[in-house]
């Protein structure tokens, strides 16, 4: 605490980090490849992801994704910005909730929620080529 009673945060830089640019230019670094997958916030699912998200979950109706969305909103954004969730593929997020989910002090279900959102705003994997017959 300083005089006025306010806490103020500091880092100590040790070994051959103290007093050097690189420090500051690893901090620098590090934040701005942060931000470097966040793009604009997504749009809506549209119809077709809704109703592919249905076939894949049966028991997910339209509330159900946008309260993942909402929750997506609400708490992943704060810390993340709005990430490229084309960029991260599918099979990540699960692991991914798993360990940010509670973090995010979100329940299963809201864990559920949001994991469901994302995939469905995820682009479906591309078919793979059958090679030509001879």
Not at 36 to 53: G, K, W, Y
Request: hydrophobic share 40%; net charge positive; glycine share 6%.
């Amino acid at each position: 605490m300083d005089r006025r009673g306010t806490t103020r945060l500091t880092f100590a830089l040790v070994g051959p980090w103290r007093g050097s640019g690189l420090a500051t230019a690893v901090i620098a670094a590090a934040t701005l490849a942060a931000c470097a997958q966040t793009v604009a916030a997504p749009q809506p699912l549209t119809a077709a992801q809704i109703d592919s998200a249905q076939r894949r979950w049966p028991d997910t109706t339209e509330a159900k994704l946008t309260q993942g969305r909402d929750l997506f909103f609400a708490k992943c954004n704060a810390c993340h910005g709005y990430p490229n969730l084309e960029a991260i593929e599918e099979s990540r997020w699960q692991k991914i909730l798993q360990v940010m989910g509670p973090r995010a002090t979100l329940d299963q279900k809201q864990v559920d929620a949001v994991l469901r959102y994302v995939v469905s705003v995820h682009p479906p994997p591309s078919p793979t080529p059958t090679p030509p017959t001879m």
